[in-house]
């Protein structure tokens, strides 16, 4: 298939797979002609890929995990051991941004509390 069907299957735009291809997560056949050129098994890594920015992994993580990971019913379960060091890594570092962020708000809260008051 052509990248504008795998855009439809996937409802990734064209413009998303020409990047994930310059990223290295996606490998497409060319045609003599400089077409690209997709199989079913795209749809799948595709999924994966953004299944794996939705969790917070960058493209570049995304590249080193992407071979470990395995789709089980729609579930993506991690390949190889040393995957879930990296998952639990990229977790910590999420809830550190929030915590990060939580603080932030209740800064933010102290300050539009104060103002309020003084009105």
Known sequence: MRIGELARRTGVSER???????????????????????????????????????????????????????DDEGVLVPGCPELVDELVRQSERIGA??????????????IITAHRRAS
Do not use: F, K
């Open 16 to 70: 998303a797979l020409r990047y994930y291809e310059d990223q290295g997560l996606l490998r497409p056949e060319r045609r003599p002609s400089g077409y690209r050129v997709y199989g079913d098994a795209d749809v799948a890594a595709v999924r994966r890929i953004r299944t794996l920015l939705a969790a917070g992994l960058s493209t570049a993580q995304i590249v080193q995990v992407l071979p470990c990971v395995v």
């Open 97 to 110: 941004a929030i915590d990060e962020l939580a603080a932030t708000r209740a800064n933010l809260d102290t």
